[in-house]
């Protein structure tokens, strides 16, 4: 069955960086567009990053351009987030996205929380 299975997840001091993974299993990743979506508590879902199924297109929600970049290697069926310039306002369970017909694959998310 179709598993992704995000890690990297932690508390991180305001300006520090954290790298996130996303293991990919159960469907053919390399056809797939992969996203990072994130939740904080009381704030609607916001759509991180986007990159396409070769990596050769990426898109970013304005709150992140410019700190975070998503990246994929698809031999080892993996999506990555690396996050620079952390704020708190960046505190968010981190999930790991493929969208997909007639529902999308969701992980089970991973905790980031920027704080001093």
């Known amino acids: 069955q179709v598993q992704l299975v995000e890690s990297g997840g932690g508390l991180v001091q305001p300006g520090g960086s954290l790298r996130l993974s996303c293991a990919a299993s159960g469907f053919t990743f390399s056809s797939y567009s992969m996203r990072w979506y994130r939740q904080a508590p009381g704030k609607e879902r916001e759509l991180v990053a986007h990159?396409?199924?070769?990596?050769?297109?990426?898109r970013y929600g304005d709150s992140v351009k410019g700190r975070f970049t998503i990246s994929r290697d698809n031999p080892k069926n993996t999506v990555y987030l690396q996050m620079n310039s952390l704020k708190p306002e960046d505190t968010a369970v981190y999930y790991c996205?493929?969208?997909?017909?007639?529902?999308?694959?969701w992980g089970q998310g991973t905790q980031v929380t920027v704080s001093s």
């Open positions: 990159i396409s199924s070769t990596g050769g297109t990426t």
């Open positions: 996205v493929a969208p997909s017909l007639p529902g999308d694959y």
